[in-house]
DNA sequence: AACCAGGCGCATA
DNA sequence: TATGCGCATGGT
């Protein structure tokens, strides 16, 4: 991956595999968003605008902050190229990538991806992304602007379900605070889960009530870099059940995370399922 | 106006 | 182990 270093910015040259729309709007985070081809997002407490140029992608950053966040934050050390070419052994993911390629699976914080897919579940998208957004605006650290950082569990976990009210989550308010509580006591060793065994990883995540297999799976792919965790959310079923009756094919093995966001996006967005809905 | 959404906890068998 | 139901809210 060919940087390029300029006075306000910092290039990602011409990568095979990286779009913006796919990687920032393919329900694995909640919070970015698109203006005249501006992508603007906080991740830590660092705000960041990006966009597609001619020649590759463009961060408006320093090179220390591309160095010490955004290189991890979208995956940029991992070989995608490499990847898709052996999912492409496959038909049905040949498809999807032909389709949809350039999403990269983010490293996101692990607090933020386990709070944000507590509030996904039986849920949709685009009131997931309300409700976070209220969550932050509520709740996080001003960053100047109209910027806020994703509240901490400290925070959260001071709080009443009362207070939580005006997320308008619903009956996810209490699975909230309950994961707050446990992860602030460090009940829920959330920044050791990175480098425990997967196995080991999630038996500690559905301690916290409203986390089951599905809540569990999304925390450990977004926010702790396990590769090979697979979601199975309705989507995913809807795909294992049509198309994978035996399982997923032997060229996703130790990356199931991948061909999961591959399939997620094209069982929702293709052409191909729209008569369905 | 129903049906559904990146599910889970709980009761029951 | 395996179903089935209720849950808060609001998008489509």
Redesign the pocket.
Same mark, same amino acid.
């Given at each position: 991956m060919k940087v390029k270093q300029f006075c306000d910015s910092i290039l990602i040259e011409n990568p095979k595999v990286f779009s913006l729309p796919l990687c920032l709007d393919? %329900?694995?985070a909640f919070r970015w968003e698109q203006n005249n081809g501006i992508w603007h997002g906080v991740v830590k407490n660092k705000v960041l605008n990006a966009k597609e140029v001619d020649g590759g992608v463009l961060f408006y950053t320093t090179l220390e902050d591309y160095n010490s966040i955004w290189h991890d934050y979208f995956d940029l050390a991992r070989d995608y190229e490499k990847t898709l070419v052996d999912f492409k052994e496959d038909e049905k993911l040949k498809q999807a990538i032909n389709e949809f390629c350039g999403i990269r699976i983010l490293n996101q914080d692990p607090w933020e991806a386990l709070c944000s897919f507590i509030i996904?579940?039986? @849920? @949709?998208? *685009? $009131?997931?992304k =309300?409700i976070i957004k209220r969550l932050c605006e509520t709740f996080g650290e001003p960053l100047g602007e109209e910027d806020f950082a994703f509240p901490s569990p400290q925070t959260i976990a001071k709080l009443s379900l009362d207070d939580l009210a005006p997320l $308008?989550a619903? +009956?996810r308010n209490k699975y909230i605070l309950d994961a707050a509580q446990k992860v602030a006591t460090g009940e829920v060793d959330i920044y050791g889960l990175k480098n425990m065994s997967i196995e080991t990883a999630r038996s500690e995540l559905i301690k916290i009530? =409203? #986390? %089951?297999?599905? #809540?569990?799976e999304?925390t450990l792919l977004y926010g702790c870099g396990h590769i090979n965790a697979f *979601?199975k959310? #309705?989507? #995913?079923k809807r795909i294992m059940q049509e198309m994978y009756q035996d399982g997923l094919p032997k060229c996703t093995d130790g990356v199931k995370g991948i061909a999961?966001?591959y399939l +997620?996006h094209w069982r929702r967005n293709s052409k191909l399922f729209e008569n369905e809905k």
């Open positions: 393919c %329900g694995q996904s579940q039986n @849920n @949709n998208i *685009p $009131r997931i =309300g $308008r619903g +009956f009530k =409203g #986390v %089951g297999e599905k #809540v569990a999304c *979601p959310d #309705v989507w #995913v999961q966001q +997620f």
